[in-house]
Nanobody, 123 residues
Framework: VQLQASGGGLVQAGGSLRLSCVVSGRNASINVMGWFRQAPGKEREFVAA????????QYTESVKGRFTISRDNGKNTVYLQINSLKPEDTAIYYC?????????????????WGQGTQVTVSS
């Protein structure tokens, strides 16, 4: 299984971006797709996740109402729509795949990782 993230860029505060994560290769054990981010000097943190089946979602508190995770199973793609961007959202954003449930919010819960895409928000 390989994950390819894209869609990052430099935007002004208040702007929007849509990140994409294309999944190639099949692995029936994958149950949840997630997005994490890592700001300079900080640990990688959970942002959002979505189940493969019913499409149930989970978000970290700081992004609720601004970020939306979705998926298009026909395109093997998971999206992260990011609105009302703030400078503190600046980070490298990673997509990842987990065989666990929607409770998977630790980096160790995820087996497969994409290469990351940089999001930079200017004030």
């Amino acid at each position: 299984v390989q994950l390819q993230a894209s869609g990052g860029g430099l935007v002004q505060a208040g702007g929007s971006l849509r990140l994409s994560c294309v999944v190639s290769g099949r692995n029936a054990s994958i149950n949840v797709m997630g997005w994490f981010r890592q700001a300079p000097g900080k640990e990688r943190e959970f942002v959002a996740a979505i189940t493969q089946g019913l499409g149930r979602t989970q978000y970290t508190e700081s992004v609720k109402g601004r970020f939306t995770i979705s998926r298009d199973n026909g395109k093997n793609t998971v999206y992260l729509q990011i609105n009302s961007l703030k400078p503190e959202d600046t980070a490298i954003y990673y997509c990842a795949a987990s065989r666990f449930s929607l409770r998977a919010i630790r980096t160790s819960d995820y087996t497969y990782w994409g290469q990351g895409t940089q999001v930079t928000v200017s004030s």
